[in-house]
């Protein structure tokens, strides 16, 4: 079946600093990946939906210069959290799907637990 | 996408049948009902979904209501390793956003 993968499952980093996290789709091609966070004890709130070769599209309420996406490829997006701060810490996750059909389900990479202190 | 209600928690003994209900009474006639699980500290995995009929797959039964306003997920034989939040999603794509609930807590017990 289609695997998505992330990388890293997790990251620590200091206040400050920037972090990028790594999308990818395993055996499938991907134009549009989406990005999820999820704090402790709660579901997941979408973030972003990355397109390939063009913009993402981010949820209201979703920095886009804090949280930058890029889809270069059809295989690839990364999520890079600028000047990462402590509210910054949470569960990053993202999915894709392989459009076998409209009603193709999405498959979710594992997560990327990123802690800022 | 049309809202879902689904129950808090739930517990099941190992062994038995674990059956998590769904409401989404507000469902238009061209959404799929999708469920996902999420194990702790894990990504949600795909289990199954269906439009009108009842489906099953290796993992687990959908049966849907004739008026669609209500579904129930079906683990036939639940062990230890099906305790995740289960997760109903109603919506016409899966290939596009998707919004997540609460999601029911299914603690299989020994």
């Known amino acids: 079946g289609a695997v998505v993968s992330q990388h890293p499952s997790r990251v620590i980093c200091k206040s400050g600093t920037s972090v990028k996290i790594e999308c990818r789709s395993l055996?499938?091609?991907?134009?549009?990946m989406f990005w999820y966070r999820q704090f402790p004890k709660k579901s997941l709130m979408l973030m972003a939906t990355s397109n390939e070769g063009s913009k993402a599209t981010y949820e209201q309420g979703v920095e886009k210069d804090k949280f930058l996406i890029n889809h270069a490829s059809l295989t690839l997006s990364t999520l890079t959290v600028t000047s990462a701060h402590p509210e910054d810490s949470s569960f990053y996750i993202c999915?894709?799907?392989?459009?076998?059909?409209?009603?193709?389900?999405?498959?979710f990479g594992n997560g990327t637990r990123l802690t800022v202190t | 996408d049309a809202k879902t209600t689904q129950p808090t928690s739930m517990d099941c003994a190992e062994g038995r049948a674990a059956n998590l209900p769904c409401n989404h009474s507000t469902i238009s006639g061209n959404e799929y009902v999708y469920w996902y699980r999420q194990i702790h500290s894990q990504g949600p995995q795909y289990i199954i979904h269906g439009l009108k009929n009842n489906e099953t797959n290796e993992m687990a039964s959908l049966i849907i209501t004739e008026d669609r306003k209500s579904s129930t997920l079906i683990l036939p034989h639940a062990t230890l390793r099906d305790t995740a939040v289960y997760y109903c999603?109603?919506?016409?794509?899966?290939?596009?956003?998707?919004?997540f609930g609460e999601g029911t807590q299914l603690t299989v017990n020994p």
């Open positions: 999915s894709a799907s392989d459009w076998q059909g409209v009603d193709s389900p999405l498959h």
């Open positions: 055996d499938f091609q991907a134009t549009t």
């Open positions: 999603i109603v919506s016409a794509t899966s290939g596009s956003r998707l919004t």
